[in-house]
């Protein structure tokens, strides 16, 4: 059983930018791909990015392509989503999760966060 925890959501101006961590415990981080989602308020959860297991790959939505960044430490068992040049629409609860494979969907993750907000003021 895998527990994740994010932080580092907040209030942010347009155009700022802000680095989110996701820390997991209770199990073998390396085995993992690690993704982070986000869900704004009244729509679906939606895939950002998505990084392999020892973060040679990489899968990002269309929507932050060229803006986020998604890294990892195994030493450290933190996967993290570096974000730039935010707008009020990135404004959501981010989560992040843990999986299999290069994943887009939820339901291919095994085990989530319980998310973090980060708010885009403009």
């Known amino acids: 059983q895998v527990q994740l925890v994010e932080s580092g959501g907040g209030l942010v101006q347009a155009g700022g930018s802000e680095r989110l961590s996701c820390a997991a415990s209770g199990g073998t981080f390396s085995n993992y791909y690690m993704g982070w989602f986000r869900q704004a308020p009244g729509k679906e959860r939606e895939f950002v990015a998505v990084?392999?297991?020892?973060?040679?790959?990489?899968r990002y939505s269309d929507s932050v392509k060229g803006r986020f960044t998604i890294s990892r430490d195994n030493a450290k068992a933190t996967v993290y989503l570096q974000t730039s040049s935010l707008q009020p629409e990135d404004t959501a609860v981010y989560y992040c999760a843990a999986g299999y494979t290069l994943a887009t969907m939820p339901k291919d993750y095994y085990y989530w966060g319980r998310g973090t907000l980060v708010t885009v003021s403009s």
């Open positions: 990084i392999s297991w020892g973060g040679g790959r990489t």
